[in-house]
Structure formats: C-alpha cells, structure tokens
C-alpha cells in the first residue's frame, strides 16, 4: 500500500481538535483522576480508529510517562468512576465518549 492510499485511509475525527488540545495537556500532567479518566476515554475513542496516529502514539507516551498499561489504566478508572463523578465539578466539560 503506498503512502497515498494511507492517507486516503486515515480519517479525521469529528472531536480531533479538542482532543488534541486534552492529549497536549495530558502529556505534561500527572495522573490525577480527571487526567487518568480523560486518558482512558481518549484512549477508548481511538481504539481502532483509522486516523489520528499522533493522538494514539502521544496517549502511549502518555501511559509510559505515568508508568502504566492500558490495563492498569483502565482498572484504575473504573475504580475512579465507581467512587466519585471525576467529571461533576468540571465547568462547561460533560462526559464524551462519542
């Protein structure tokens, strides 16, 4: 496949612009709950997806950063959104996982 039909592949995500600007922040913060829950939303949208690599490749860094699995991450969100709403104090930012 040659670098042009990979391209013509690759999709533009409808959130990519706002999460781009979330990946950008997530890569100089630590592991709070709100960063560790955004990380593993993000992660989840691009799951698969066909597009956004540098996105998927900073959100790897990410987890390298922190020290951590997708699997670590994931265990540790679920334990997060099952003791507390990470996203209720959060002004004009509501729970995305479109």
């Not at 490749?57 to 334990?79: H, M």
Request: hydrophobic share 30%; glycine share 4%; proline share 2%.
């Amino acid at each position: 496949m040659s670098a042009e039909s990979d391209t013509k592949q690759a999709q533009q995500h409808p959130q990519y612009g706002s999460d781009r600007q979330i990946t950008s922040a997530l890569l100089k913060g630590e592991a709070t709950d709100y960063n560790l829950a955004e990380c593993a939303r993000l992660r989840i949208r691009y799951q698969d997806f066909p597009g956004a690599q540098d996105i998927q490749t900073d959100l790897d860094t990410v987890l390298k950063n922190w020290g951590l699995t997708e699997v670590e991450l994931f265990a540790k969100t679920r334990e997060i959104h099952q003791t507390t709403e990470v996203y209720k104090n959060v002004r004009a930012r509501r729970e995305d996982w479109s």
